[in-house]
Every structure is written in structure tokens, then in C-alpha cells.
């Protein structure tokens, strides 16, 4: 009797384990380690086989060829670069091109994206087709394509340097070799100037924050606004005095020879990049906004406007700032895709790092450790760009209590 | 809790095992890149063998897979039937002739100038014959090169309206050239060496590069003199240029193969000095046949019917040399029938005359 009692508490005896095999815990951890070793295992040979592979071929690992002289010009640079310098100079160049480029394309390709996407929301029936079909022509053509369009097709184009398009007493020229603006330079002593402008908007900046916060704590009237809006102007006017009063001189593009000399220019590789990337990645960034904005509840449209709010009203103070939790992830992604896909810059001669990198590997033949700087360089990019913006996301996003 | 630690654990041992890969990768390198690269023994893996013996690749595969370009007229190019024709490109056609038996047993490859050393270096391609320039460092760094194909210098070509006179007027311009060339490093150093400012459009694509200039975006364009002579011959309007004569630099044009292999660098190198000897020798494309009965023992050693040539210890058979030649003819005539007088290029023979005519084409006996 005492036999089959003990018996019949068999399953409920906690005491008694499960076999193993039957076990879930155990089964999760082995499928999680035979997983991980699969994975490392895979990872461990294409390691070992990639040094067994370059040891057989004679590739040589090492980065010593940095300081030797890179011996080939770079187009455009905006560090100081001559072909007798290392080709980690030459490097360095072509990431600030990179920079350059990606920078200020994230920038244009949002402003143009977020237009393009009131334009495709708007009650406007032609500007809402525009917009269509902007953005499907973008989407469906690959960038490639549209950069050798811009570049060959529109750039090249534009008339001879003799035959520049002059706008004004050499103010604005155009031509094939680029576009020429007559554009302030600092003097020497600009530099007192251009630190005071520095100075004063920091200032204006801290003062407005710290004495709104005041007015927000104590609720007494500080006039945070106009303060700091004497220090952005004051201490700027300051600088110009101290400075002499002369901080610009205006840089004419003037011609010297074969090409323009002097002024902002532009050159039609830039350019032709720039625009590329920028209408194509807008194309994208347009649906990403659209998206987010159509998620917003439509009641919360209606109810601004029931309260009498004018429509920018309602796009800045109730529309973008629900939609921007939307956006930013997929936006985030957009900006990791333009300054990847700046490598095609390549193919229309303008010289980013990837460009530069690929005629080192060229000249000096050292393919595994510059395509490894080049992977660690877009890899530490994307990651500072997806980081800076995660930072904002956590800032925006609802606080749940 | 477990499971966590878990994980860790095995994480800790993969970054171990990653860990030691790479230090004894390091030191086998540091040790072995300059010793081991001819000898190409291996004592590790299987799969290496495959590296080292291109010959046995080549033989077995059937085809030769040779990297060269589709868009030089007269050294690579693709004619109205779609197929490869050139300088360069006659090449790989008498060496698979040779090897293979089959002149058509090619697959060709089309690579860009920045794509030509990776391709050596990863023997993706068995033999480069797209017009390289032979350096020391790609020597060392790219594969071996094998003998002189086409002796060349670099030039500069210029719009006839640019108002450029000689190289003495280039201060100032700009000048679109092709990126990852020797072209390119010896552009700088010449306006380097002159004192003289410059402005460079760079393209990796060849055609970028001239539609550029076609364009006018640059002043000058600058390369071997041969590739700017097969370029104008495509403009629009080939009249409205001059090419320089100043030639800034040597351009030794040299196929190369991978590293490794000490029998298949021979055989390509005994290919190139058996089409040359047979230009010597005055046996062509047409009478390869009836020299083969010729009482010139030198002939006779060049077709195969006569001694050994060196084919027994290649794995070669004795006619293979004569096959290179009835594929594509000799020396000679490979050049005149893609550079010569009856082709749009017309380029003198120059410096790739024969040593007994004043040039520099010379090889060693076969025999």
C-alpha cells in the first residue's frame, strides 16, 4: 500500500528531477550553446581561413605603408594635402570629403524630404501628384543611375569656362568646371570676430536656458527672450570694433589662366554627388515623414483646428512632434543609407574615402588592411550617427510613468 | 541566472579561439610573406595546392580565365560580334592555344585599372594581360610579370583650342586621368618637379575619363601614349586634339601572373618569346605548317620537331608553340593587325621594333 501511494506522488514529487532530455531549461541551453558554437565556429574559420589565404598569397597585413608618400593627387581637399604626403593623410582627406558630403546631405535630404511629403499630404491635387511622382521616380531608379544623369548629363554640360554664365560683376559664375561665388573671406583680423561670434551665441544660449528656467521655477518675469538676444547681437558688435571693423573681404572669382581662381566654389563632382544623393535619400525620407504623420490620429488634427490653431500652428505644435517619434528610427536608417551610399562618388571622379582608399590599394597593393580601415571607418560612422540620434529618440519619446 | 552565464561562457571561449587566430595569423605573416611566396609549399591545407598550381587549374578547368579590358580599341575591345580583340587580348588567345590547344578556350575577365592587382593577388584571374605597367612594388606586391609585351611612355593629349602649345603652358589646368595608374602618381610628379600647379579630375572607369575630357571639363589628359592615340581614334572629332610628343615616364606593358606557380610563369613567358622568335625567324600565322619542314634548325626547334624546348618538364606537348602561333600569328603580326597602319590607331612600331631593327623587342632563344 505505502508502495503505490509513493507511487501515484511520483509526478508531484519535487524532489525527483525530469530526465534531462525532457527538460526545457536544458534543451533551451544546449539548442542556445550548439547555436553559438555554429555561429563562432563559422566566424572561426573564415578568420583562420582568411590569414591562412593572405599568408599563402603574400598579402601583406601590416599599416607601415601609412607614412609612406601616397604619391597621387586628390582632386579637391579641404585639409591640406600634397601627393608627398602619407597616404594616411590621403586617407583623412577623403574622409572629410566623406564628411563633407554626407553631412550636409543629411541635412538637405531632410528639409527636401519633409516638403516633398506636405506636398504629397497637401489638399493640393497637382502638388500632390508632383510629389508622387517625385518620389516614385526616385525610389524606383538606382542611385547609380540618377548620379551619372546629374553628373554627365547636367553637369558636364553647362558651357566651357570660356563661355561661363556670368550673373553680375563676376558675383555668380557657372560653368562646366563649377559654379563660382563671390563669398566673404575673414581678414587676419576676422578671427577676433568670428571668436566673438562664437562667444555670444554660447552665452545667448546659456542665458536663455538658465533664466527661462528661473521664470519657469519662480515664475517671475526674467525676459529670457530679449536678453539673450542682446548678448547674440552685443557681443558680436563688440568683436567687430575690437577687430577694427573690417573682419570680411569680399572674394571675386576671378579668371586665371585655364580656370576661375578665388571665391566659394563648387565643383561639379560635389555637386553632382550632393544633388544625387540628396533627391534620391529624400525620395526615401519623404514616405518615412509621410508615414509618420499619417499616424498620428486624426483626431488630434481635428481637434487643434476645432480650437482655431493656424495650420503651421498644427504641424509644429501637435502634428510633427507626435510624428518625429515615428520617424526617427526609420529616419536613422535613411541617414546610415546616404553616407554608405557616398561611396558611389567614385564613379563621377569625386574623391571620397572609399575613392582614395581604392587607388592606394592600387599603388601600394595593401587591399586587407585598407579595406579593413575603410569597413571600420563607414562602421564607426553609421554607429556615431545611429547613436547621436537614438540619444534624441530616448529624449522625445513618451515618458510612461 | 544560469542560462546567462551560460552564454557568457561560451562567448568568452569564441572571442578566445578568435583571439588566437589572429595572433598566430599575425606571426605566420610577418615570417613568411617574403620567404614562402615562390616556393609554394604547403603543409597546412589541401585547399591551398589549388593556389599554387595554376598550370594543373588551368588544364583541368579547360579554359584560361584571363583579366583584361573591353574598352581600349586595338588592346582590348570587343569587335561588332560581341567577341575580344586586341593587342592584349591575342595574348591570352596564344596561350590558351598553347596550353590548351584551343584559341577560343578563354574567359575573359574585364577589370577596371583599380581592380587589376587584387585580381593577381587573389589569383581570381590566371593571367593579366591588360596593359599594366611594370613597377618594382606591384612586382613585389601583384604576381610576376612576365616579359615586355609593348613598350610605351606616358603623354599628354590636349584640345587643339585650350591655347596649349607644349608642356611649358600647363600651370594651371586641369587635367582628368585615370585613378589607381601608374599614370597618375607620374602626373604629379611631373608638375611637382616643375614647379607647376594642378587641378586633377579622377575616374576609376577608363571611358569617364576621356568623356570628360571630350567634354572639356579637363585641359589635358595624360596617359600612355599608345592608350591616348587608340582614345582619340574614338572621338567625334579626333582632329580637334594633338598628342604631346614629351614622353614623362617608362611604361614597360607586361601581362603578369599570380604568385606561386614557377611552371605557369614559364610557360607564358615561353609563349611571348616564341611568337617574338618567330617574327625573327620569318615564320607567320600562314606558313607555320611548311616551316615545319624548314631546314632552319632554329625553326625547327621553335615548332617542336627538333630537340626539346622545355616542354617534357612543363607537362607540355612539343607542338604547343607552334599551335600560339598558328592562332594568332607572331609578334609582328598580332601588332599590325591591331595597332598597325590599317587600323585607326596607325601607331609606329617605335620601340617595339625588333633588336635587330633598333627597337627593344628582343627574346631568348627557344630551344
Known amino acids: 500500500m505505502a508502495e503505490t501511494l509513493s507511487a501515484d506522488n511520483q509526478p508531484h514529487d519535487q524532489t525527483r528531477s525530469i530526465p534531462f ?73 577623403g574622409l572629410v570629403n566623406t564628411l563633407m558630403v554626407s553631412g550636409t546631405g543629411v541635412i538637405a535630404a531632410t528639409i ?36 551619372y544623369l546629374w553628373y554627365f548629363a547636367v553637369f558636364q554640360q553647362f558651357p566651357n569656362v570660356r563661355d561661363s554664365i556670368i550673373i553680375g560683376d563676376n558675383l555668380i559664375i557657372l560653368n562646366q568646371r563649377g559654379l563660382y561665388l563671390t563669398w566673404p573671406r575673414l581678414t587676419e583680423t576676422g578671427n577676433i570676430f568670428a571668436i566673438s561670434v562664437m562667444v555670444g551665441v554660447i552665452a545667448a544660449l546659456i542665458a536663455f536656458y538658465r533664466l527661462r528656467k528661473t521664470r519657469e521655477i519662480s515664475g517671475k518675469e526674467t525676459y529670457y527672450g530679449r536678453i539673450s538676444l542682446m548678448i547674440l547681437l552685443g557681443v558680436p558688435l563688440i568683436g567687430w570694433f575690437l577687430g577694427g571693423g573690417s573682419a570680411f573681404s569680399v572674394d571675386v572669382p576671378t579668371i586665371v589662366g585655364f580656370n576661375y581662381q578665388d571665391g566659394l566654389r563648387v565643383t561639379p563632382e560635389f555637386a553632382g554627388l550632393f544633388i544625387g544623393l540628396v533627391m534620391y535619400t529624400a525620395g526615401f525620407i519623404a514616405e518615412v515623414v509621410r508615414a509618420g504623420i499619417q499616424a498620428v490620429d486624426r483626431g488630434q488634427l481635428e481637434a487643434a483646428q476645432a480650437v482655431g490653431l493656424s495650420y503651421f500652428q498644427v504641424l509644429s505644435l501637435i502634428i510633427l512632434p507626435q510624428a518625429l517619434r515615428i520617424i526617427i528610427p526609420p ?12 561611396s558611389l562618388a567614385l564613379f563621377i571622379g569625386f574623391q571620397d574615402v572609399f575613392g582614395v582608399s581604392k587607388i592606394a590599394i592600387n599603388n601600394a597593393g595593401r587591399a586587407v588592411p585598407v579595406f579593413a580601415m575603410v569597413m571600420v571607418t563607414y562602421l564607426s560612422l553609421s554607429l556615431i550617427t545611429s547613436l547621436i540620434l537614438n540619444l534624441y529618440n530616448r529624449r522625445i519619446q513618451l515618458v510612461t510613468r | 541566472m544560469s542560462r546567462k552565464y551560460f552564454v557568457f561562457v561560451i562567448l568568452i571561449m569564441a572571442l578566445t579561439l578568435v583571439g588566437a587566430a589572429c595572433t598566430t595569423g599575425n606571426g605566420d605573416t610577418a615570417e613568411d610573406t617574403t620567404a614562402e611566396d615562390t616556393t609554394s609549399e604547403d603543409t597546412s591545407g589541401e585547399d591551398m595546392a589549388v593556389d599554387g598550381d595554376i598550370l594543373a587549374r588551368v588544364l583541368e578547368r579547360g579554359k584560361l580565365v584571363c583579366g583584361s579590358r573591353t574598352d581600349l580599341a586595338g588592346f582590348g575591345s570587343l569587335d ?29 575577365v ?28 606591384r612586382d613585389a606586391q601583384w604576381g610576376n610579370f612576365t616579359s615586355v609585351w609593348f613598350y610605351d611612355g606616358q603623354g599628354f593629349m590636349i584640345a587643339n583650342d585650350s591655347g596649349i602649345e607644349s608642356t611649358a603652358d600647363f600651370d594651371g589646368a586641369t587635367v582628368c586621368v585615370t585613378s589607381g595608374t601608374t599614370t597618375e602618381q607620374n602626373l604629379s610628379d611631373f608638375f611637382r618637379q616643375n ?173
Open chain 2, 195 to 367: 614647379g607647376m600647379e594642378f587641378e586633377a579630375v579622377i575616374f576609376e572607369e577608363t571611358a569617364a575619363v576621356y568623356g570628360a575630357f571630350e567634354d572639356g571639363r579637363c585641359d589635358i589628359t595624360t596617359s600612355d601614349r599608345s592608350q591616348l592615340v587608340s582614345v582619340r581614334s574614338g572621338f567625334e572629332n579626333p582632329d580637334d586634339y594633338t598628342i604631346l610628343p614629351d614622353i614623362i615616364s617608362k611604361e614597360p606593358l607586361t601581362p603578369a601572373v599570380p604568385h606561386g606557380d614557377d611552371a605557369w610563369f614559364d610557360v607564358v613567358k615561353l609563349v611571348i618569346y616564341a611568337l617574338v622568335n618567330a617574327e625573327e625567324l620569318g615564320v607567320t600565322q600562314a606558313n607555320v605548317e611548311e616551316m615545319k619542314s624548314s631546314d632552319n634548325i632554329n625553326i625547327l626547334r621553335l615548332l617542336g620537331q627538333e630537340g626539346d624546348w622545355g616542354y617534357t618538364d612543363l607537362g607540355l606537348d612539343a607542338d604547343a608553340l607552334a599551335r600560339a602561333i598558328a592562332a594568332v600569328g607572331n609578334y609582328s603580326e598580332i601588332y599590325l593587325r591591331n595597332l598597325g597602319p590599317d587600323t585607326p590607331l596607325n601607331l609606329p612600331r617605335g620601340l617595339n621594333e625588333l633588336w635587330t631593327n633598333g627597337g627593344l623587342i628582343y627574346a631568348p632563344p627557344v630551344k
Open chain 1, 112 to 147: 527636401l524630404g519633409t516638403i516633398v511629403a506636405l506636398a504629397r499630404l497637401s489638399s493640393n491635387w497637382i502638388l500632390q501628384k508632383l510629389a508622387l511622382v517625385y518620389v516614385e521616380f526616385h525610389r524606383n531608379i538606382p542611385l547609380l543611375v540618377l548620379l
Open chain 1, 331 to 342: 529616419m536613422i536608417s535613411q541617414y546610415l543609407n546616404l553616407t554608405k551610399n557616398s
Open chain 2, 110 to 137: 574585364p577589370l577596371t585599372a583599380a581592380d587589376r592587382g587584387p585580381s593577381l593577388q587573389t589569383a581570381e584571374v590566371d593571367l593579366l594581360s591588360r596593359n599594366v605597367t611594370w613597377t618594382s612594388s
Open chain 1, 21 to 93: 532530455y525532457r527538460d526545457e531549461r536544458v534543451l533551451r541551453n544546449i539548442a542556445q550553446a550548439v547555436s553559438a558554437i555554429a555561429v563562432f565556429g563559422l566566424v572561426y574559420f573564415a578568420i583562420i581561413n582568411f590569414f591562412r589565404a593572405a599568408d599563402a598569397r603574400g598579402l601583406s597585413l601590416g599599416f607601415g605603408f601609412l607614412d609612406e608618400a601616397a604619391g597621387f593627387p586628390i582632386s579637391e581637399s579641404h585639409i591640406e594635402y600634397d601627393p608627398s604626403m602619407g597616404f594616411g593623410r590621403a586617407f583623412l582627406a
Open chain 2, 80 to 108: 561588332a560580334d560581341g567577341r575580344n580583340v586586341g593587342f592584349d587580348i591575342d595574348l591570352c588567345r596564344a596561350v590558351a592555344a598553347a596550353v590548351l590547344g584551343d584559341p577560343e578556350a578563354v574567359e575573359f
